[in-house]
């Protein structure tokens, strides 16, 4: 292989050159670069070389300059031939620069096994060199591509590309080089030093840079270069070309042009997302990097060397370019020219070049030559060294604290609710997370005030004084209710502070905003979960956590309303209810001097509790006897009904929940005793005993718990159309440790008053339904109105009935004795288990708290009528009549009827007249603890 260059004159002397250094039948690779470009005079040289060459490839470029033999010449015509003796060269030409043409190309060039290519493009109007890049790599990407964009000395107007014989002014060619002996090598020089800031590309297209950071690209150059960067355009602005990373190396895009819609046109792509920062050139690094370039390009064998340079290195360098060239020369023969855009293969991939000297080295020889390494020149630029450094150190640790920052305003971003107003109180900005919450887009928010979040019944003075406080320059801190785009309700906890600029005025505010909605409505839950709902006082849950809050000194008054269920039965349900609220009232005003509390914690039953220095006063036995007589004595007028009451109360100190259980055995010994009131004494030996019986059966029921011995037992019941045991009853059961069982008659008041009995139902629950899962029998179990309203409870039932799938055999028995207030939850319980196919009894109907009225409001399936009624009806003509008219009832509302303890024939005939449907007692089966089949 060998370079030979020639510095045109006239044809004649070009044909003296040829026809003395060659015989015309060589394979060349001839290239022109054109600093002339009169087509006569270009016409005539391409026609000579042409026919003189017939086995020869001919391609070229108009240039801002050429370079030939390490000499940078202007407005000549360099023709460099380079003699491939082992190497073929093919010429490819494509009419437009485009990414369906680079595919193309590189298709072609793949069958040819190409090792190297050589392209130069046209620069302007439709062709995209860039873009014919991209599609040359989609199949070629490891293909090396090296030439450029030609050019035209800085006129921007009119290119030409050389085509073997035709001047063209559009398009892209190329030169595929192939051999086995061919050596490859690729290298470029930079020496522009990044400086200051990153920006962010918001608005590009191509080669046309409008937005940087959301602001006009022009104002960007105002703002930091000076407003003098722009009066020269684009000469001033030159200076300072923009870095991007590409592939892992630094890709810099000079500015050539304003183009008519106000954007500025680069030589070369810049994409939105793109991170840019200025550059500067700096002289001295520009000739240390020259000298690498030399080190680089003497790695391997080098017959010939292709410079293709930057046209911008030649404005700005001048003279310190003659070095790098010489450099080159000092290698191999070189040739080149300065171009808009140079082209280079990097890591991965061919890209486009702005301000880079890019050098194709080839060889056809493995013969190496060590050249000696030239001194760089002495080059004073140590201010701009200096300078550069200054402010790149600056801008490192401003970037690291930005960086910082940044990754804080991330995650809150993300993860916080953040808003940004104007001092006009338009909103500027809004996090993800707020618009999430807000329900509406960021455009739709946008340009808005925090008007469109504010309900109806906001209250003003609030937003008065949030805007008072800020505008005074100090934070503000609250909460505020708002509504989102669906009118869904929320509630945030805000903190706002105004941003003041360097003279202290505000700029604009900032908001923070956590979203409470479910802590205020958990806060409602609990708080409706602690109250009554008929009274608004607390209810039996508020009262036990009130008791287990503190261990200072407590009083508890239990206050019983004897015989209330008649006063339902006999009034109506509205009069009740108005008497509860009555009593609620009449109770919380004569207890108003003392930090008391007021609790209806069951159906009839309300409590007071009196504690710390509430209790020193002496006389406070005889207050609370005086307040319960003057309740007793009080006339309650209500619907035209005068209404008087009955009492029991129970009343008792102590630190702790112990002392519930300490008023509640006061109250039944109230009721025993049928006294007004009645004091828990510690003296009162019978009492002490009961208290201390009640703690006995509480620890063997945690006993029992802990070591699994409460078991389930199953009596069964006779379908009294079908003869026989169609159904079982569950039954509670504590296995004691000699082996007997003891009945819920001896524990279960004692559980339900120490919060052990929800544990007692899941427990049966889990067991029952394990037990029952490959029998084909149908199941009841006894829930509690506690039961019932119990969310774990609930949950652990009607999930162990969809997982083995039984819902339409069981059924759930309704205790009727505890008397059912709380309607809606109980009917909404009802609901829930109807849908998943369960049956609902209630049980123990006809004595405590049995009420017909209350029937109808329930959908039930089977009504249980009480032994107590049953058990002496074939000689008890009262109780007959009654459970006639109950089954009547009954038969006609639709309910199937169980009648209970059913001991003996002459009972059961008797309730087989009364076309009773079901019958159970020991009669047809005792309780059990398995199910004999």
């Given at each position: ?50 026919s003189f060459f017939s086995n020869s490839v001919l391609i070229g470029a108009s240039t801002a300059g050429e370079i030939a033999s390490g000499v940078i010449y202007s407005h000549s015509i360099q023709i460099s031939f380079c003699h491939l003796e082992k190497s073929q060269a093919k010429v490819y030409y494509f009419e437009d620069a485009s990414f369906e043409n680079g595919k193309k190309a590189a298709q072609a060039l793949l069958e040819d096994d190409t090792k190297v290519c050589i392209a130069f493009s046209h620069p302007f109007g439709e062709d995209d060199s860039e873009s014919f890049l991209e599609g040359f790599n989609m199949h070629a990407s490891h293909i090396p591509l090296a030439g450029g964009n ?344 805000n903190t706002i502070m105004p941003i003041l600029d360097e003279n202290g005025e505000i700029l604009e505010y900032i908001c923070a905003h956590f979203d409470i909605t479910e802590l205020v409505l958990k806060e409602r839950i609990i708080e409706k979960h602690f109250k009554d709902e008929l009274t608004g006082f607390g209810n039996r849950e508020a009262l036990f956590y009130r008791l287990n809050l503190d261990h200072q000194p407590k009083l508890l008054v239990l206050i019983n309303l004897v015989g209330f269920s008649e006063i339902n039965d006999y009034l109506g349900y509205d009069v009740g209810d108005e008497l509860l609220k009555y009593v609620g009232r009449f109770l919380a005003t004569s207890f108003h ?341």
């Amino acid at each position: 292989m060998k370079l030979i260059n020639h510095t045109y004159q006239t044809l004649e002397a070009l044909e003296v050159f040829v026809k003395s250094t060659f015989k015309g039948d060589e394979h060349l690779l001839i290239q022109l670069f054109c600093g002339e470009v009169e087509h006569h005079q270009l016409s005539s040289v391409i026609s000579f070389l042409k026919s003189f060459f017939s086995n020869s490839v001919l391609i070229g470029a108009s240039t801002a300059g050429e370079i030939a033999s390490g000499v940078i010449y202007s407005h000549s015509i360099q023709i460099s031939f380079c003699h491939l003796e082992k190497s073929q060269a093919k010429v490819y030409y494509f009419e437009d620069a485009s990414f369906e043409n680079g595919k193309k190309a590189a298709q072609a060039l793949l069958e040819d096994d190409t090792k190297v290519c050589i392209a130069f493009s046209h620069p302007f109007g439709e062709d995209d060199s860039e873009s014919f890049l991209e599609g040359f790599n989609m199949h070629a990407s490891h293909i090396p591509l090296a030439g450029g964009n030609v050019a035209d000395k800085f006129l921007l107007q009119k290119t030409s590309i050389i085509y073997e014989n035709q001047i063209v002014e559009r398009g892209i060619v190329l030169v595929g080089l192939r051999g086995k002996s061919l050596h490859v090598n690729s290298a470029y020089s930079l020496g522009w030093t990044p400086l200051g800031k990153e920006f962010l590309v918001t608005k590009a297209h191509n080669n046309a840079l409008y937005e940087i950071d959301g602001v006009p690209v022009k104002s960007i150059y105002e703002h930091y270069l000076g407003s003098g960067s722009v009066k020269k355009f684009p000469y001033n602005a030159m200076e300072f070309p923009f870095m991007k990373m590409s592939d892992g190396i630094e890709v810099y895009r000079s500015l050539i042009a304003q183009n008519t819609d106000g954007s500025f046109h680069y030589a070369g792509h810049l994409i939105v997302g793109d991170t840019i920062r200025f550059a500067i050139g700096n002289v001295e690094e520009i000739m240390q990097k020259a000298l690498l370039l030399q080190e680089k390009m003497d790695e391997k064998p080098v017959e010939a060397l292709f410079v293709y340079s930057c046209s911008a290195r030649q404005l700005f360098l001048k003279e310190h370019l003659n070095y790098e060239c010489e450099l080159l020369e000092n290698i191999a023969p070189t040739a080149g020219f300065f171009t808009y855009g140079e082209f280079f293969h990097s890591k991965r991939k061919n890209q486009l070049f702005n301000l880079a000297t890019t050098v194709l080295g080839l060889s056809e020889s493995d013969f190496m030559v060590n050249h000696t390494v030239t001194k760089t020149p002495e080059v004073h630029c140590s201010t701009l060294k200096a300078l550069t450094h200054l402010v790149n150190t600056t801008q490192h640790e401003l970037d690291v604290n930005v960086n910082f920052l940044n990754q804080y305003k991330k995650i809150l971003d993300a993860s916080c609710m953040v808003s940004k107003v104007s001092v006009d109180k338009v909103i500027t900005y809004v996090s993800e997370p707020f618009c999430a919450m807000a329900g509406f887009s960021k455009e739709e928010i946008l340009g808005q005030s925090h008007r469109i979040f504010r309900p109806s019944d906001a209250d003003p003075s609030l937003y008065d004084d949030l805007w008072a406080t800020i505008r005074k320059k100090e934070i503000w801190k609250g909460i505020t209710k708002g509504v989102n785009k669906s009118g869904q309700t929320h509630y945030l906890q805000n903190t706002i502070m105004p941003i003041l600029d360097e003279n202290g005025e505000i700029l604009e505010y900032i908001c923070a905003h956590f979203d409470i909605t479910e802590l205020v409505l958990k806060e409602r839950i609990i708080e409706k979960h602690f109250k009554d709902e008929l009274t608004g006082f607390g209810n039996r849950e508020a009262l036990f956590y009130r008791l287990n809050l503190d261990h200072q000194p407590k009083l508890l008054v239990l206050i019983n309303l004897v015989g209330f269920s008649e006063i339902n039965d006999y009034l109506g349900y509205d009069v009740g209810d108005e008497l509860l609220k009555y009593v609620g009232r009449f109770l919380a005003t004569s207890f108003h001097n003392c930090s008391d509390v007021v609790f209806r914690i069951n159906g009839d039953e309300f409590a007071i509790l009196l504690c710390g220095n509430d209790l020193k006063n002496d006389g406070i036995d005889a207050f609370i006897t005086k307040s319960v007589k003057e309740l007793e004595k009080k006339v309650f007028t209500i619907h035209g009904y005068e209404v008087v009451l009955r009492l029991n109360v129970g009343v008792a100190e102590g630190r702790d929940a112990k002392v519930y259980m300490r008023s509640h055995i006061a109250l039944k010994e109230a009721k025993k005793e049928n006294k007004l009131i009645l004091f828990y004494r510690d003296e009162d030996e019978g009492l002490k005993q009961k208290t201390k019986h009640n703690l006995y059966t509480i620890q063997k029921i945690k006993y029992a718990i802990e070591n699994d011995r409460i078991v389930p037992f199953f009596q069964g019941i006779y379908d009294n159309t079908l003869h026989q045991i169609t159904k079982y009853e569950v039954l509670m059961r504590l296995q004691e440790e000699d082996g007997s069982y003891l009945s819920p008659y001896h524990f279960l008041e004692q559980a339900k008053k120490t919060r052990l009995y929800e544990k007692l139902t899941k427990i049966m629950i889990q067991k029952v339904f394990a037990y029952f899962k490959d029998l084909p029998f149908d199941f009841s179990i006894n829930l509690t109105k506690g039961d019932m309203l119990s969310s774990s409870v609930k949950e652990s039932l009607f999930e162990h009935i969809k997982n083995f799938q039984c819902g339409h055999r069981v059924i759930l028995e309704i205790v009727e004795s505890e008397g059912i207030e709380n309607f809606h939850e109980i009917i909404h319980f009802i609901y829930e288990a109807k849908k998943l196919g369960c049956r609902i009894a209630i049980d123990d109907f006809g004595t405590g708290y049995s009420n017909f009225s209350y029937l109808i409001k329930l959908d039930i399936d089977f009504l249980k009528i009480d032994g107590s009624l049953i058990r002496d009806i074939h000689i008890n003509e009262v109780n007959f009549m009654m459970v006639d008219t109950m089954v009547s009832f009954a038969h006609k509302m639709g309910y199937k009827v169980v009648a209970e303890f059913v001991d003996n024939p002459e009972v059961q005939a008797k309730l087989e007249s009364l076309h009773v449907n079901f019958s159970q007692g020991y009669l047809f089966s005792k309780p059990m603890p398995m199910i004999e089949r």
